[in-house]
């Protein structure tokens, strides 16, 4: 079946709503050769599909996300991470959705494919990421939010130690994206106290 194509000022992904306004029927939106990532979201048929790594996975879901985003909406946690090109252990990446959280009282989003916070103003700063243009907590509230989802203490203080050596802007995506974590040789594990006592401090900055 022949489809029209899709007008190239739409990108590779789109919003429902922006494809309407740009003159796309709905049925073509509806057709099954266009992804649908998330609710009110498209994504143009790509051709032949390559695996790509999880950091470049989120990256892709972050750009077809922001086609969705609100004003109050942030990216956040594991997703803020590798915006941030901060190193995440691969288990941390994964995770069931992309992490976009909002400020109290707002309701956390709720869609498919999202997983949805609510946070406290005081805990999180907000800023918009200098290369990809949307909002994402700035890296030190990523790194407190990230203090209880980071399983092992070397994990985190990796990505600690990272965003402070990057600095306000930290690395970029391309910079951090492939980096393993691992615990360096001869480093004895620290007691549950410590651990317990470094993610209270990384919490409350």
Do not use: K, N
């Amino acid at each position: 079946m022949h489809r029209p194509p899709l007008p190239r000022s739409l990108g590779s992904a789109f919003a429902v709503a922006d494809a309407r306004a740009a003159g796309v029927t709905a049925s073509r939106l509806r057709a099954h050769d266009l992804g649908r990532p998330f609710h009110g979201v498209r994504v143009a048929p790509l051709g032949h599909r390559i695996e790509v790594s999880p950091e470049a996975a989120v990256l892709e879901l972050v750009e077809q996300y922001a086609c969705r985003m609100t004003e109050h909406e942030f990216f956040s946690h594991a997703a803020a991470a590798v915006l941030w090109g901060l190193p995440l252990p691969i288990a941390s990446v994964r995770t069931s959705g992309l992490d976009v959280s909002v400020f109290a009282p707002r309701r956390a989003p709720a869609s498919v494919g999202v997983s949805g916070h609510t946070v406290r103003r005081s805990l999180a700063h907000v800023v918009t990421h200098p290369a990809r243009r949307v909002r994402v907590a700035s890296p030190a509230s990523t790194v407190a939010m990230l203090a209880a989802r980071v399983p092992h203490l070397y994990d985190l203080v990796a990505v600690a130690d990272a965003a402070v050596r990057e600095g306000p802007g930290c690395a970029y995506p391309q910079h951090g994206a492939g980096e393993r974590v691992q615990s360096r040789p001869g480093h004895h594990a620290p007691s549950e106290h410590g651990h317990t006592g470094i993610r209270g401090s990384l919490a409350s900055t």
